[in-house]
């Protein structure tokens, strides 16, 4: 950055600058005729004040971990999931039996603890899609919503989507458990760049509230990709 020398308040800066330099240079030279003029048990003291100093600074720069030894996110989890008294299968049937003849798009487990939700989105086979949200503990759903967002092209891509995935989505869940044992959290359809349909699965292990994403090709149920959650 470029300083203008005629600016009053960078002259301001600059004299500011200027005795700050003349007070520590003057500390500095005070502190090298004490240091030179004092006995082996003041540098063995100055040594050690230094490092209790350094330690101390260490210690409170530390972060602390939670009395639980759990993340925020992990916290959630087990704070969401028992509460849950209705599983993500039977808010499924809840979705689609609220919009006729649709097909999960996506199922999710919302929070918070004391009103958890199932939040859907089910599309029919021209690719309208509907928003579902189902009481996680009642597993009544409420009115269907339709998504005002979605254009022509956007219903053409979740039909093809529809059409291609002839995986269902409770199979890719089975597979995902079959893998890692827990509580499915989400299932979502998805594509990839290559335009092949897949379903993404999110378990959570309750032994350390973990979460397990995996992506399983809509077509033949093949695991493409396995990630851990440990946050």
Not at 111 to 129: C, F, L
Request: hydrophobic share 35%; with cysteine.
């Amino acid at each position: 950055m470029v300083t203008n020398s005629d600016d009053p308040a960078s002259q301001r800066t600059s004299r500011a600058v200027s005795r700050g330099t003349v007070l520590l240079t003057a500390a500095a030279a005070a502190g090298a005729l004490l240091t030179g003029c004092g006995n082996d048990a003041g540098g063995d003291a100055a040594q050690t004040g230094a490092a209790e100093a350094a330690r101390i600074a260490a210690t409170s720069s530390s972060p602390s971990a939670s009395p639980s030894g759990l993340t925020d996110d992990q916290t959630e989890r087990k704070e969401v999931i028992p509460k849950a008294k209705t599983g993500w299968e039977q808010a499924l049937r809840a979705a689609v039996a609220a919009v006729p003849k649709s097909e999960l798009v996506s199922i999710k487990l919302k929070g918070p603890a004391d009103r958890p939700r199932w939040k859907t989105e089910v599309a029919t086979s021209d690719g309208a899609a509907s928003t579902v949200r189902v009481d996680a503990v009642t597993g009544k759903a409420g009115k269907a919503r339709a998504e005002t967002d979605q254009d022509d092209d956007d219903k053409r891509d979740m039909a093809d989507w529809l059409k291609k995935a002839t995986v269902t989505p409770q199979q890719a869940a089975q597979t995902a458990t079959d893998k890692t044992k827990g509580t499915v959290t989400a299932v979502e359809l998805d594509d990839t760049d290559a335009g092949t349909p897949i379903w993404s699965v999110d378990v959570v292990s309750t032994d350390d509230w973990n979460k397990t994403t995996y992506d399983i090709d809509a077509t033949d149920r093949k695991v493409l990709r396995e990630h851990v959650d440990r946050d």
